[in-house]
């Protein structure tokens, strides 16, 4: 099975587990998202309403509170939630709810930064994710994206090749899903997201296999990921 979302609530509580099987790889992929945050907007989040679409377990949206940051995590898996919730307990500013990141339910212009991390690729018309972004963004907001590009490299490295050796949980990924950073960037800028900074991405083979988990350092490739900000039109 492609693209199966059930994994996020059977393997739930292995979310924090960086030697896990279904998470070590996530751990790794997080360390490279925490690094684009801290590049773009500073290790001071103080006064940063951030919005975290797609949060999973919490493994970006607790970071970004203990930096300072009001962050709001939203999943649609309850296991998840639930994990997070737990793990975050006492971390101030950090709040999280189970919901649909295409219809989240809060207030528009609500949030300076959305984020978007590895989710895209898992869902049904990611199109409709942009559009919420963007809506719940004030003006001059960013929007932050990771995600894997549509290409034979993808489809074999972050597919046939991560699945097998079982450095991914198999089932992760279905590259159909994938997205382009052209599509990417057409459905934000017609949704009032536009300055786009694509960043590229370099898989670090010899770490990937000693750790037996992706481990990715910024480059100049999108061929097989990348990551991108937007800016919400003032």
């Known amino acids: 099975m492609r693209n199966d979302l059930g994994m996020y609530d059977r393997h739930a509580d292995s979310w924090w587990d960086p030697h896990s099987r279904f998470a070590a790889s996530l751990h790794g992929l ?38 300072g940051a009001t962050v709001i995590g939203i999943d649609a898996s309850a296991e998840s939630i639930l994990v997070a ?33 590895d989710v895209l690729e898992h869902v049904d018309s ?18 932050y994206v990771s995600t894997i590009n549509r290409t034979l490299r993808a489809r074999f490295i972050a597919v046939h090749l991560a699945e097998t050796l079982r450095v991914i949980p ?42 037996w988990a992706v481990r990715l350092y910024p480059g100049s490739s999108t061929a097989i990921g990348y990551a991108a900000w937007f800016r919400r039109d003032a």
Request: hydrophobic residues 40%; proline residues 6%.
């Open 126 to 143: 990611w199109s409709d994710a942009i559009t919420s972004a963007a809506r719940l963004l004030r003006p001059g907001g960013r929007l």
């Open 30 to 67: 997080n360390r490279l998202r925490l690094d684009h945050f801290a590049t773009e907007l500073g290790s001071d989040l103080r006064g940063l309403t951030i919005v975290d679409l797609g949060c999973g377990g919490g493994l970006m949206s607790e970071p970004l509170a203990q930096r």
């Open 170 to 211: 198999p089932g992760t990924h279905d590259p159909k899903r994938f997205i382009r950073p052209a599509e990417l960037t057409v459905v934000a800028k017609a949704n009032g997201l536009n300055q786009p900074k694509i960043l590229g991405e370099r898989l670090a083979f010899g770490a990937t296999l000693r750790a």
């Open 85 to 117: 919730r737990a793990h975050g307990a006492k971390v101030a500013g950090l709040s999280y709810f189970i919901g649909d990141l295409r219809t989240p339910a809060l207030p528009r212009s609500s949030a300076d930064v959305v984020c978007c991390a």
